[in-house]
């Protein structure tokens, strides 16, 4: 028996299957991470919130230890040729070790959502019903070169109320170890199960494939990453899954852009962290703008070392300012670069820039920049991705900038959860039904 992608599919969770030892010990760490979960699903606020802190604090007293870790995973990557977008989301420093225990904090600080009422009533028969948010159980996160999402994703499970199964690539693989034991260390610390955090790093990919099909133990899948491992999750896994969409982002320059102000956002959409997925990696241009435009940003894009991928009109604007470009392909247009490319393109209207964006776009975040509002209403209500901006960087899709906290990723799909996925996101909800011994004709 197979799946469709000629992977062998597994037997169902309880079953034995002695003669595959990485199925076996995956299964059991989902299974006591069930286990964990339950402690997790009663624990009042103040308990969870202390657990943090003192995850937090541990993080901090631990940095020698993770920042020496990390440094055996950045040698490897360069050894193996990694970009230099990819290291610089592996990259752990002192002052990146701070932000995320800092992070830890600020979500210690947010509200609880286990127990709150979402909606609720008597009927006209007596019975009284209140809709609850619950935690889902255990969460399993699959990504990749990310240190710091092994912060995030426990601690968004852990307040949330759920048990957490991570598994974050070879590339970070030193790095994780780590982090995992100091948060395991300070769980047990807190008086919380260890086993409500745990890691199958140490099983490679085939630890992914039997973590995919661990439906009855996990409940939740979450995949964040490059399009290739997210589609394998997607068409793979028999857990629940909540889709993280690769990034390819768009910005427009409408017509009534302030010039000004559209060079400053996509200055910062593309340049602040080109290795993120919030990063724009497409600049639209309105064809009546384009003139006056293009010379100032093509410049300003090459003096910060952005590679122009550039269709004719963009091509000849470079051309006449001195800059090189290389023509822009479909795969241009489809791509996340997480590097320092772009594409630009002109367009001949605000329509062909909706249909190019409908075209190319992940899903994930566009922004317009334009000084009327009928554009503005336009694009905000025909592009669907998860985020559109008005006059603002891409770079703000994201769940610290929303005022969600850290963040498990960011859904581009429409199901249950879209955008940043903060605590909220890692909740489903119960009916509570209490009668006074009501029976149905």
């Known amino acids: 028996m197979t799946t469709t992608a000629g992977l062998p599919a597994d ?5 034995a299957n002695p003669s595959d030892p990485v199925r076996e010990a995956v299964l059991d760490t989902c299974r006591r991470a069930q286990v964990a979960s339950r402690a997790l699903a009663t624990a009042p606020r103040s308990r969870k919130d202390a657990a943090l802190l003192a995850i937090a604090d541990a993080l901090v007293a631990s940095t020698d230890r993770i920042v020496a870790a990390n440094a055996e995973d950045l040698s490897r990557g360069e050894a193996r040729g990694l970009t230099a977008g990819l290291l610089d989301r ?4 002192p002052a990146r070790v701070a932000a995320v225990a800092d992070a830890v904090r600020e979500v210690a600080a947010l509200p609880d959502p286990v127990g709150e009422i979402v ?3 008597t009927l006209a028969n007596g019975l009284r019903l209140t809709e609850r948010r619950v935690p889902m159980g255990v969460v399993g996160m699959v990504y990749e070169a990310r240190p710091n999402v092994t ?3 426990a601690v968004l499970a852990l307040k949330s109320g759920n048990a957490a199964v991570l598994r974050g690539g070879s590339a970070a693989a030193a790095s994780n170890t780590v982090i995992v034991e100091v948060i395991r260390e300070a769980l047990q610390t807190a008086g919380f199960p260890a086993d409500a955090v745990s890691s199958i790093d140490e099983h490679g990919r085939d630890g992914v494939r039997h973590l995919m099909r661990a439906r009855g133990l996990v409940d939740l899948l979450v995949p964040r990453g490059g399009a290739g491992l997210i589609r394998t999750v997607v068409e793979n896994s028999t ?3 909540i889709e993280t969409g690769v990034g390819n982002c768009h910005v427009y320059v409408d017509a009534s852009a302030d010039i000004d102000q559209a060079v400053a956002i996509i200055l910062n959409a593309k340049t602040r962290r080109v290795s993120v997925c919030n990063a724009a990696e497409t600049l639209l241009v309105h064809r009546d703008i384009a003139a006056a435009f293009l010379p100032v940003v093509l410049p300003a894009l090459a003096a910060k070392g952005v590679r122009l991928h550039a269709d004719p009109t963009v091509t000849a604007a470079a051309t006449a300012a001195g800059l ?17 490319d772009l594409a630009v393109g002109v367009v001949d209207s605000i329509d062909a820039a909706i249909d190019h964006i409908r075209r190319w776009s992940s899903g994930h975040t566009e922004a317009i920049c334009t000084s009327e509002l009928r554009a503005a209403e336009r694009f905000t209500a025909e592009v669907d991705s998860a985020a ?3 006059n603002a960087s891409t770079a703000f899709t994201d769940g610290g900038q929303f005022g969600l906290g850290a963040e498990i990723g960011i859904s581009t799909q429409k199901l249950h959860a879209r955008g940043p996925m903060g605590l909220g996101e890692l909740t489903s909800t119960k009916w509570i039904v209490v009668g006074d011994g009501h029976i149905r004709d």
């Open 11 to 15: 037997p169902s969770p309880g079953a």
């Open 90 to 93: 592996l990259r752990l420093d």
């Open 119 to 121: 909606r609720g009533g």
């Open 151 to 153: 912060v995030d994703a």
């Open 239 to 241: 857990v629940p899954v």
């Open 324 to 340: 090189e470009s290389t023509p822009a392909t479909d795969d241009d247009w489809a791509r996340e670069y997480l590097d320092t």
């Open 388 to 390: 559109v901006m008005v």
